[in-house]
């Protein structure tokens, strides 16, 4: 049976993250992941979980902190404390028996070019998540070649993607190395744009060919839920918060998985 998750979007306008966390439960979502920012947020990413798991939330994934990023390809000690924060980001994960966490490589329109500085440093970070039997799956961002640079080196098996068909779309012009990646896909999200930016749309909304993209997906194996990453601003604010996730489950049940 095919699941339906949402994203606890802490950049939704003019609603906090219960408000949102309550919409998203009532509108029939199964699930919801999290941005495990470490941010100081008035309600903080483990008051979300625990909120979540109360209302009976599934998390399959967390979505970790990408901040300064980019320094992972460096040298230098800020590179080696990205790999501590994440290590330790592990171990909380771990604590709250979370199995998977998504994380990004770049961030920005311009990073450091690929290289075995950052290939070790994520190497350490799979290989410790492998000990705790927790999957890392690398989203697609701004910048292609990344991931296929990265699993060229790194092997694993708990080691995967986060397709993110917006990012795809908008960046990417829809390029993706599905041959590469068939069977690495452990995480999706779904959103619409028309291309001019990252708008987080809703599906079908947008310019994205969903026919193609599931018919991809289900060439990849990708077998998981249908993962929205929604955001509640631009138009949509003339609807309620309620109102907008049951679209969003609305239009999630189109897509063909």
């Excluded at 790999?83 to 994380?103: A, E, G, I, Q, R």
């Excluded at 291309?195 to 749309?201: M, N, V």
């Excluded at 026919?211 to 194996?221: D, M």
Aim: aromatic letters at 12%.
């Amino acid at each position: 049976m095919i699941k339906y998750i949402q994203c606890v979007q802490n950049d939704n306008k003019n609603v906090t993250p219960q408000e949102t966390i309550y919409a998203i439960k009532n509108a029939g979502f199964d699930g919801v992941f999290l941005q495990w920012y470490n941010k100081d947020w008035d309600f903080s990413q483990q008051e979300q979980l625990n909120l979540c798991r109360k209302l009976g939330l599934e998390i399959p994934f967390v979505h970790l902190g990408y901040k300064g990023i980019n320094n992972i390809w460096l040298e230098g000690e800020d590179g080696e404390n990205l790999v501590k924060n994440y290590l330790n980001d592990l171990d909380v994960c771990k604590s709250n028996n979370l199995d998977m966490v998504v994380m990004h490589l770049t961030s920005k329109s311009i990073a450091p070019e690929p290289n075995l500085i950052g290939v070790e440093r994520l190497q350490r970070i799979v290989d410790y998540a492998e000990q705790l039997n927790i999957k890392v799956a690398f989203e697609n961002t701004k910048i292609y070649g990344y991931l296929e640079y990265v699993f060229k080196h790194i092997k694993n098996s708990n080691a995967g993607i986060c397709y993110d068909a917006g990012h795809c779309h908008c960046h990417f012009n829809d390029k993706f190395s599905w041959d590469m990646f068939k069977n690495k896909i452990f995480a999706v999200h779904l959103h619409d744009n028309d291309k001019s930016d990252d708008l987080h749309l809703l599906p079908f909304e947008g310019t994205i060919d969903w026919k193609e993209l599931s018919n991809n997906l289900k060439k990849a194996n990708y077998t998981g839920p249908i993962t929205l990453e929604s955001c509640y601003r631009y138009d949509y604010l003339n609807m309620t918060i309620e109102d907008f996730y049951k679209l969003s489950l609305e239009k999630a049940k189109q897509i063909n998985l």
